[in-house]
């Protein structure tokens, strides 16, 4: 296997296109290195994508816009996903343990990895859009379209992920993320993100309710019938209630960690714990 890498987009590209499908792009490369011998033992070509330069946090008039390589304790420590209205951000990228995975992992690699993962739970829930490159030029796609299915993203030969693009949200927004675990140092069983938006009367005028690591299909999920009850509601005590038990349009895995049935659960916890935060936070005008 050979070893690479390149400083300037246009070289990776080229080495890109030139191994095909057996190129392995690598960034913070802990998914890479831990699961080596299952995943990736056909490669014919590791492609070290740290030093092209795509290690940035920027804020412009449409959004955040967030460098493939840069870390999740960048993420968690920037002074524009510290607080505000990215601070959902901060806060998934928070719950991934330990400090040594945080300061190696990248926001690009958990993307493309498409397992039982955290950020890519928020970044629907905040409708994100993945910049993707190539030689052939660069593609936008929403963040519902990336996860094709477990462990499966819809890069296409010689593509590579750019950055991630979280839009601005409207004023008076919020968000929460919740995840469900058996220690501190695992992996999600459950991890849910809410996303609110509210209108001038305080009604809820978006609503986006996501659950992942737990679904049947392998990749986050919205709720479409808890987002049907939140909108055009006054988010108290009793829509929450209403909204989480509608969260089981959700189907849930049954696997040998845990049960359907006790992530059905979680997911609703999640949801209800998830909303408040979102609210709470939306009503001091998504500034917390
Ligand atoms: C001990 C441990 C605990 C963990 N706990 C959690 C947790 O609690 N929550 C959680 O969400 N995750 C957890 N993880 C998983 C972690 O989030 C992923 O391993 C990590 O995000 C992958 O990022 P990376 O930069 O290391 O990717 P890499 O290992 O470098 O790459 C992962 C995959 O993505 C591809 N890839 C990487 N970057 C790009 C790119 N820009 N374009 C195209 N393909 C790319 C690689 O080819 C590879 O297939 C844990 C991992 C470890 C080792």
């Known amino acids: 296997?050979?070893?690479?890498?390149?400083?300037?987009?246009?070289?990776?590209?080229?080495?890109?296109?030139?191994?095909?499908?057996?190129?392995?792009?690598?960034?913070?490369?802990?998914?890479?290195?831990?699961?080596?011998?299952?995943?990736?033992?056909?490669?014919?070509?590791?492609?070290?994508?740290?030093?092209?330069?795509?290690?940035?946090?920027?804020?412009?008039?449409?959004?955040?816009?967030?460098?493939?390589?840069?870390?999740?304790?960048?993420?968690?420590?920037?002074?524009?996903?510290?607080?505000?209205?990215?601070?959902?951000?901060s806060d998934t990228a928070g719950e991934l343990n330990t400090n040594e995975v945080r300061n190696m992992a990248t926001i690009g690699g958990v993307i493309c990895v498409a397992g039982e993962v955290d950020m890519p739970t928020s970044l629907l829930a905040c409708d994100a859009n993945i910049i993707i490159g190539s030689s052939r030029g660069t593609r936008a796609i929403s963040m519902s379209e990336f996860h094709v299915?477990?462990?499966?993203?819809?890069?296409?030969?010689?593509?590579?992920?750019?950055?991630?693009?979280?839009?601005q949200p409207p004023?008076?927004?919020?968000?929460?993320?919740?995840?469900?675990?058996?220690?501190?140092?695992d992996l999600p069983l459950v991890n849910v993100a809410t996303h609110v938006s509210l209108d001038g009367a305080g009604a809820c005028s978006e609503a986006r309710v996501v659950a992942g690591a737990a679904t049947l299909s392998?990749?986050?999920?919205?709720s479409a019938a808890a987002e049907a009850v939140l909108l055009g509601g006054i988010i108290d005590d009793a829509l929450i209630e209403s909204a989480a038990a509608a969260s089981n349009d959700i189907e849930c895995v049954n696997d040998f960690r845990v049960s359907a049935e006790v992530r059905q659960l979680w997911v609703r916890c999640g949801v209800e714990d998830t909303l408040r935060q979102a609210a709470a936070r939306a009503r001091q005008g998504g500034e917390v």
């Open 218 to 222: 392998g990749v986050p999920e919205r």
């Open 171 to 185: 004023a008076n927004t919020g968000a929460g993320f919740a995840k469900f675990q058996r220690t501190a140092a």
């Open 149 to 167: 299915g477990y462990l499966n993203n819809a890069l296409e030969e010689g593509e590579m992920v750019l950055e991630v693009h979280v839009p």
């Open 1 to 89: 296997m050979e070893y690479y890498s390149p400083t300037e987009l246009d070289h990776a590209y080229t080495l890109l296109d030139k191994y095909g499908d057996g190129a392995v792009p690598i960034a913070g490369s802990t998914f890479f290195m831990s699961h080596r011998e299952e995943l990736f033992d056909a490669a014919d070509a590791v492609i070290d994508i740290k030093k092209l330069g795509l290690n940035y946090i920027r804020l412009n008039d449409d959004g955040l816009h967030i460098g493939a390589t840069t870390t999740f304790n960048e993420i968690f420590d920037h002074k524009l996903t510290r607080d505000g209205r990215y601070a959902i951000l």
